[in-house]
Nanobody, 115 residues
Framework: QVQFVESGGGLVQPGGSLRLSCEAS????????MGWYRQAPGKQRELVAG???????YYADSVKGRFTISRDNAKNTVYLQMNSLKPEDTAVYYC?????????WGRGTQVTVSS
């Protein structure tokens, strides 16, 4: 079974940038459409960006123009470049397949946008 390990989160000021990484193991990574999801306390988990096996990308309206998803199949890694960060981007960020598999959820990485 696939294991995902997210990294790259942290504390950043509004307007700043972060690059999240998600390394996968245990499977052939390239067969999966992938997504980045986030969940803030008291809120539903939401898909913020996705990349499909058909080379299509998706972005939630709230992050469009600011976030970019990419992947390096040779490294079994998917990335999320986040620019122009806003306080409302504060959440735990997770990667998973798209659609997500229940047993693929990892610990996520905390992103906090604050002055």
């Amino acid at each position: 079974q696939v294991q995902f390990v997210e990294s790259g989160g942290g504390l950043v000021q509004p307007g700043g940038s972060l690059r999240l990484s998600c390394e996968a193991s245990g499977s052939i990574f390239s067969i999966y459409a992938m997504g980045w999801y986030r969940q803030a306390p008291g809120k539903q988990r939401e898909l913020v960006a996705g990349t499909s096996s058909g080379d299509n990308t998706y972005y939630a309206d709230s992050v469009k123009g600011r976030f970019t998803i990419s992947r390096d199949n040779a490294k079994n890694t998917v990335y999320l470049q986040m620019n122009s960060l806003k306080p409302e981007d504060t959440a735990v960020y997770y990667c998973n397949a798209r659609p997500p598999r229940i047993n693929f959820w990892g610990r996520g990485t905390q992103v906090t946008v604050s002055s």
